[in-house]
Structure formats: structure tokens, C-alpha cells
């Protein structure tokens, strides 16, 4: 019992189910620029998207992981590509998703970005100041769009509404499972422990608060079940 | 002179010469809120502005650090104090002033931040949204106009026009000696070196290209004799 301990904190026995596959996860938060030196992010601090990356590696997946900014350091066995805003995670994702089995959407991907980028610094001249933002592409549905067989897992950030918000972002997106987490308060984002709520079609799962290594660890036995029995 | 360049790199042997005073040092990004997860920045890291302190410190001063959010360790013989918003880092510095000689503003503050803050997190529902933005209150004024003895430094990050825009700001501000820097295009900001160039309403002064250790020390050089020529 002890030694099952061990393994399953360490993962070293895990089995290696997932060998011969490509996953790929976005994580973190991105960055989109107003002027040469602002921009509109937000707490993300990708701890969650980089804990997934291990666990997919530790099944024997092959995982390429594309990053926002953050602090982390590249977990063991993973790729680790870098990227600031949404566009750039994006382009990068759709070209990974192209000869990938399984795609994770961690990333807090920026919903808008500024409609145009000063290439000076902004001068604080007025009293208040208009930020026009356009809708920044959704990465999720433009990966399903291109890709419709991929086996897909999105993330739902909310601070109401939980159930209704991810269930309906599952079916909007054709995806094959969301996990589903608030924020806000400091809950979840940039916090070491964590804890999710699963939806897919026909089921759900809750993750009781744990650290975020270990909540990757269950959130991937449900990927490898669902993905095992399409 | 080996022992001397050595002495010049550790600091171990600065004189003393600021024994007795109370210096205040803001630096790192300020975080504005737009709801509770997303937010607006600038890519300041806080490293010039922690290494002012720490070289402050070596020179005998009481340091008090009022710091945005930064992933840097608190430097030797500093007391830090935690801030994210431009409104929480006036407050402290207004208070933190008030029993100082020295104030040093190498925070990069947010010039603006959301007119309303959003209690939920905004949903993702127009195809462009306009963001209401109100100036901030200026820090390096307001604890100007309520402290008017104070021996002040200011920074002034520019991306155009360095000399014109730094010495309005000197002038603008009744500040004793500014600190100007290019950002943008990797310079700066998020970098190990920095250059900078010193105005004061008498003189100027390059600092070329160095560690922000090495510039700090140069900067506090000048900040020592100034402060003894008042």
C-alpha cells in the first residue's frame, strides 16, 4: 500500500497507454499588446496546463505543450513551444493539431485584444482614454473546425454558474470533455491546489480540491477512458 | 585594484554616507483590474527598481520597497511591502513618505485603469467591446504636493523624443533628478542591462550600457551627491 502510494504520487509506474500517441495542450495565460510596453492579460499561471502536460507524458504520450508567458519550468518529456498572444497560439495550435490524436485547450487565452496596436508608447494625455477590442479567434472551435475527429478537452474558467456555463461550451465547441473550475477570490488561478468539475456528453466527474499535479493525474485517467472507449 | 574592483562589484566596503536616512523605492508593473481574472500591465519585471533598493541599502539607508507584483526575491536588508494597483501603491507611498528623505518612483504605474471594475467575469459575447479607461492618479505628484522637502527620483520609460519627454517630466513633477530609459523592441523592460540617462535641473549624466546592478550603484552615486549639495 505504501509502495502504491509512492508510484501513484511520483507517477513513475503509470501505465504507458497513451504510447504512440500526440497530445498537445495549450497553457497559460496570453498577452495581448496595446503599445510597445501594455497589455491585457489575466491571472493564469499556467501551473494547471503544465501539471496535464506531465500527466499525458508520464501515460507515453508524445505532448507538445504551447505556452503562454509564465514562470515554469518545461515539465519532463514534453516540447515546449512559446508564444505572447492569442493569434500566435492559435497558428501554432492548428499546426500541431494536424498530426496530433489528442488536444487539451488549457490556456486562458485572452477573449479580446486591442483593435489597434500603437507602435509608440501611448501618451497619458486625457482624463480617460477609449480602448476599442476585437474579438480575439476562439482557438477551440477553430482546432475542431479544422480537425473533427480530434479527441478535444476544453477548461472552463467561471465565476457563476458553473454547470450551465461549461455544458454549454461543451456542446458549442463539439468538444469531447470540458473541465470546469471558478476563479476569481483566489480560487484556482495562481494557487497551487485546484479542484474540477468534468462534463462530457453522457457523464460528469468531480475532482475534489487537491494539488494541481495530482488533480492532472485523474483529469488524464478520464481522457484515457473516453478517449479508450470512442 | 583588483581589490578595488572587486569591492566595486560586491558593495560590501560602500560607504555608509546615507546611515540615518529612510529611502522609499516603488517599483514593478501595476496590475489594473477589469473583472476578477482578467487585468491590464506593462512589462516591467521590477528589476531596476529592486536593484535601486538593494544599492540604496548598501549605502546605509533604512529602505522601505513598494512593490507591484514581480517574481523577484526581496533584496538584502529591504522591508518589502505588496501592492497591485496603482490606487493601493499611492496609498502606501503617501504613507511611507511621510517619514523619508529619499523617494525613488521606478515603478512602471498604470496610467490608466478600468472605470468600472467588473464584480463576475465579463462574458465573451460582442464581436468588439469598448473598454471605459480613467487616468490614474499620478504617484510622484501627489506625494510631491504633500511632501515638498522630499528628495525625489523619477524614471520615464519613453519610446520616442527621450530628452524633451524626461525633462518635462522633471520639471512637471518638481522632481531632484530623473532617470530615462528607451522600452520597447526588447529594451528595459524583462532584460538583465539597462542604460540610462540622469537629468537634474542643473546637469546630465550617461550611464552606459551595464548590469542593473552596476547602473543602480551609478544612479545612487548620483543620488548621494545631490542630496549632500542640497
Redesign the interface.
Known amino acids: 500500500q505504501i509502495f502504491e502510494a509512492v508510484v501513484a504520487q511520483t507517477g513513475a509506474a503509470a501505465p504507458a497507454d497513451l504510447a504512440g500517441l500526440h497530445a498537445v495542450v495549450t497553457a497559460g495565460p496570453t498577452r495581448e499588446p496595446?503599445?510597445?510596453?501594455?497589455?491585457?492579460?489575466?491571472?493564469?499561471s499556467g501551473k494547471q496546463g503544465y501539471a496535464v502536460a506531465e500527466a499525458l507524458a508520464a501515460r507515453g504520450a508524445r505532448v507538445t505543450l504551447i505556452s503562454g508567458p509564465t514562470?515554469l519550468a518545461t515539465p519532463r518529456g514534453v516540447t515546449r513551444i512559446d508564444v505572447e498572444s492569442a493569434e500566435q497560439m492559435l497558428g501554432l495550435s492548428l499546426a500541431a493539431a494536424a498530426e496530433a490524436q489528442i488536444f487539451v485547450g488549457a490556456a486562458?487565452v485572452?477573449?479580446?485584444r486591442a483593435?489597434e496596436v500603437a507602435g509608440?508608447?501611448?501618451k497619458?494625455t486625457?482624463?480617460?482614454?477609449?480602448?476599442?477590442?476585437?474579438?480575439n479567434p476562439d482557438i477551440l472551435a477553430t482546432v475542431r473546425a479544422a480537425q473533427p475527429g480530434l479527441f478535444m478537452v476544453g477548461f472552463a474558467?467561471?465565476?457563476?454558474k458553473l454547470a450551465e456555463h461549461a455544458r454549454g461550451k461543451l456542446s458549442n465547441k463539439k468538444l469531447n470533455l470540458i473541465a470546469a473550475n471558478w476563479?476569481?477570490?483566489g480560487k484556482a488561478?495562481d494557487t497551487e491546489d485546484n479542484a474540477l468539475q468534468l462534463y462530457w456528453p453522457e457523464g460528469e466527474q468531480e475532482i475534489p480540491a487537491a494539488s494541481k499535479a495530482e488533480v492532472a493525474r485523474q483529469l488524464v485517467d478520464r481522457i484515457v477512458s473516453l478517449y479508450q472507449a470512442r
Open positions: 496595446l503599445d510597445p510596453v501594455r497589455f491585457l492579460t489575466n491571472r493564469s514562470q486562458a485572452a477573449d479580446y483593435s509608440e508608447k501611448i497619458k486625457g482624463e480617460s482614454l477609449t480602448l476599442v477590442l476585437s474579438k474558467a467561471e465565476t457563476e476563479v476569481g477570490n488561478f
